[in-house]
């Protein structure tokens, strides 16, 4: 089994900074693509930013130039680093991977996810 912990979380005024973490754990042969998605109250849950193993990201329009998504790959783990935080931010993070087991089979696996409020 493979858990996916948040980290980082909480209120934040408008033009403030967070920086979300996402440790991986258990039967972890190696990870894949890693990604933020964020689902706000009443909308779809939606994707933030992904990497890949060898470190490529991919960003939603919306937030390009204000989120960097980055990884360590020793420690399971990766980062999404927000600066200059809008109220539509606000929203519920939740942390995705695609994990190699160590039974060597493909698992998709979610975080619990965690709140980002943006209020002054």
């Known amino acids: 089994q493979v858990q996916l912990v948040e980290s980082g979380g909480g209120l934040v005024q408008p033009g403030g900074s967070l920086r979300l973490s996402c440790a991986a754990s258990?039967?972890?042969?190696?990870?894949?693509?890693m990604g933020w998605y964020r689902q706000a109250p009443g909308k779809q849950r939606e994707l933030v930013a992904s990497?890949?193993?060898?470190?490529?990201?991919n960003y939603a329009d919306s937030v390009k130039g204000r989120f960097t998504i980055s990884r360590d790959n020793a420690k399971n783990t990766v980062y999404l680093q927000i600066n200059s935080l809008k109220p539509e931010d606000t929203a519920v993070y939740y942390c995705?991977?695609?994990?190699?087991?160590?039974?060597?089979?493909?698992?998709?696996?979610w975080g619990q996810g965690i709140q980002v409020t943006v209020s002054s």
């Open positions: 995705n991977a695609d994990v190699y087991t160590s039974s060597r089979f493909m698992v998709n696996y």
């Open positions: 258990g039967s972890i042969f190696s990870i894949n693509n």
């Open positions: 990497i890949t193993s060898g470190s490529h990201t």
